[in-house]
């Protein structure tokens, strides 16, 4: 199954694809998660792509079109994959239209006056990349999975996530448009309890 989750900063894609990749025992290829592992690393295209993350601005397509080309090559991606993230343009959709063709886009809606808040108490684990709401934490220091360090993104300010809504609006939103008249999209409502949604895409992709 080759899957695509679309949805603004916020909409809970990451939290979503995670558990819908584990049912099905497919990859959950994050072009964020990719970028910010370059940078830990301290690569040259971790040092590129650092600028436009820190500004809420996407890195250039050639950059990220040739990262999810060769992550998709490799075996464990042979019967599929979730996209999450990816693709973000239209010159992005065509690329991987050229390369694969996908079974669904799931289209995860969140009222905007939700976003700031979740992003900005979203916390993230070091040693395992589990994903939290502060809300949701007891102890705001350390992951209840792993114990790791819990840490904000960079990008989680308020005024970065406001550009990075604008910038989803203008850029990504017409890829809607774009896969509904393709055929293959779905809309899910992402506000609610995790569970329930998580059920709710299950749904939609057994219905298909
Ligand atoms: P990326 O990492 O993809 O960030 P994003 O699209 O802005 O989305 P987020 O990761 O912020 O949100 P999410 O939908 O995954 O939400 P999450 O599940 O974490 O990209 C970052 C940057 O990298 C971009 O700005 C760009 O610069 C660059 N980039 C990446 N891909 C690119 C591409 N293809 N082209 C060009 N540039 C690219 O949930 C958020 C919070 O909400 C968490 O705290 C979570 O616990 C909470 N939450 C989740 N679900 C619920 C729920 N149901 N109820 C309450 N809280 C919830
Ligand atoms: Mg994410």
Redesign the pocket.
Known sequence: MKLM?V???????????VRIAARYGIPHI????M??EEIKNGTELGKQ?KT??DA??????EV?IGM?KERIARPDAANGFIL??????KQ?AEALGAIAALDAVIN?NVPDS?LIH??C???VCSSCGA????S?LEDQKHCPKCGGALYI?D??REDTVKQ?LA??KEKTQPLIEYYTNIGILHDVV?????DD?TETIVEVLEKK
């Open positions: 989750f949805g603004p900063p916020g909409a809970g894609k990451g939290t979503q694809a994050s072009t964020g998660d970028l910010r792509a436009y993350i809420g601005e996407l890195v250039p397509d990220i999810v999450d993230g990816f693709p973000r343009t992005q995860i939700k979740r992003i108490g979203r916390r994903t939290y709401h502060e949701m993104r990008d989680d990075r910038v989803y992402g506000s609610g309890g995790i949604i």
